[in-house]
């Protein structure tokens, strides 16, 4: 019996496979949507708190980060977050936003997925979920896919399976293996939009478990205004994560713990509460945990009035630039992305397909292009989902 052949086999039903199936099964083509999972999307649904961010209404293609700049502006501006948001609003799902643009549902991540199964059944995409993928190969203009020891084939393959963030949701390098097999380069994978982890010359901080204020983070000439969270192990909340994905090993971070205070207001609150504690000028503006904190770090105590004008500006200056080595990153199990991945100068950047390897594509983390926090990384996957769609 000779295997079963379709026109395109997509590797992946994350959002970007979802995506590029779907609209390449309502173009006519005949898909097969393949993954190990039992079902598809499954980081679609814990995104967002259940809620998932499924795009940002800022998308542009400088909020992305790739060793070519320009590849993601192609497939960006071709779908648009408010193409998907017509999709979503056909389905009647009740969305949001939230803060800088975050489109989230009403209620469920679910609705995201079932809305993408509804769009694949209507393009009557063939599913295979929850079978092992054990060989991939491509010979006289096939590829041939063995999935539980049966084998497919097709003229044309996407690899849509993602990247090596939240392991234990099934992800793995899979994408880079066949990406390599088939001779295609893979830039340096790290992980992105996660934690960082502090050592024990910081472990003070790391006693701040729970406390979260708004900053801004640099690094570089990168800047990121929004929430800091220390935890047991170090720095969260989105600023941290935003900053991580430009972070690089053993360079520091600064924080400015008071982005709207002006440049000499501990001399203006000497002038105008001379008596009162420097403490309690800093608790005023930040938690009390945390000021306690960087008052024993600062190593200035007393009234205001007692202190020097020049000591004052010094502690200033620190808490504008306060500076943090995190010791690394809480790695893969907390990355919400992967950065790096199939380079970007083996892709076309309008179709998604590799330049030496005729039917071969490549879609979403899998692909050198990881977006900031907030949605940017969904509208990717859409984006670069449905150039490959069309193109199949």
């Known amino acids: 019996m000779s295997a079963p052949q379709y026109d395109a086999i997509i590797l992946g039903a994350g959002a970007a496979g979802l995506m590029a199936a779907l609209t390449a099964g309502q173009n006519g083509r005949r898909v097969l949507l393949v993954d190990h999972a039992d079902e598809p999307g499954k980081k679609i649904l814990i995104s967002g708190g259940g809620r998932c961010n499924f795009t940002n209404i800022h998308t542009a293609a400088d909020r992305y980060i790739s060793e070519n700049q320009h590849f993601a502006r192609s497939a960006l501006s071709r779908y648009t977050p408010s193409e998907f948001l017509d999709m979503v609003n056909r389905h009647g799902i009740a969305w949001h936003e ?28 063939a599913l295979s979920f929850g079978l092992p993928v054990s060989a991939v ?29 939240i392991p234990k949701m099934g992800a793995t390098g899979f994408a880079f293996e066949i990406a390599r097999k088939f001779g295609l380069p893979v830039v340096q994978t790290r992980p992105a939009l996660v934690p960082f982890t502090l050592g024990e010359d910081e472990a003070l901080f790391r006693s701040l478990s729970g406390v979260s204020t708004e900053v ?17 192990k170090g720095l969260s909340g989105p600023a941290m994560l935003q900053i991580s994905s430009y972070w690089q090993h053993r360079t520091a971070i600064t924080v400015a713990f008071l982005p709207d205070a002006a440049n000499d207001w501990l001399i ?46 010094k502690a200033q200056d620190r808490l504008a630039r306060w500076p943090f080595n995190p010791n690394g990153t809480e790695g893969y199990a907390k990355a919400e992305v992967t950065a790096g991945g199939i380079s970007t100068k083996a892709l076309n950047q309008k179709t998604m397909a590799a330049s030496k390897v005729a039917g071969l594509y490549a879609i979403g983390e899998a692909v050198d292009v990881t977006g900031w926090l907030g949605g940017y990384n969904f509208q990717w996957a859409w984006a670069s989902g449905r150039a490959a769609g069309l193109a199949l």
């Open 268 to 313: 203006e609150e000497k002038r105008a509460r001379p008596r009162s504690a420097l403490r309690t000028a800093l608790a005023r503006r930040l938690p009390e945990r945390l000021a306690d904190a960087l008052i024993e770090r600062i190593g200035l105590e007393g009234e205001l009035v007692t202190l020097r004008d020049a000591d004052l500006r």
């Open 98 to 125: 939230k803060t800088l643009g975050q489109l989230f549902c009403d209620h469920s991540a679910r609705q995201i997925v079932e809305m993408l199964m509804a769009e694949c059944r209507e393009g009557n995409v």
């Open 216 to 232: 801004v983070t640099r690094w570089g000439k990168t800047a990121f205004r929004e929430a800091a969270l220390f935890t047991h």
């Open 137 to 165: 190969d491509h010979a006289d203009g096939m590829f041939r896919v063995t999935i539980d020891g049966r084998e497919v084939r097709a003229p044309s393959l996407v690899l849509a399976t993602g990247g090596l963030s």
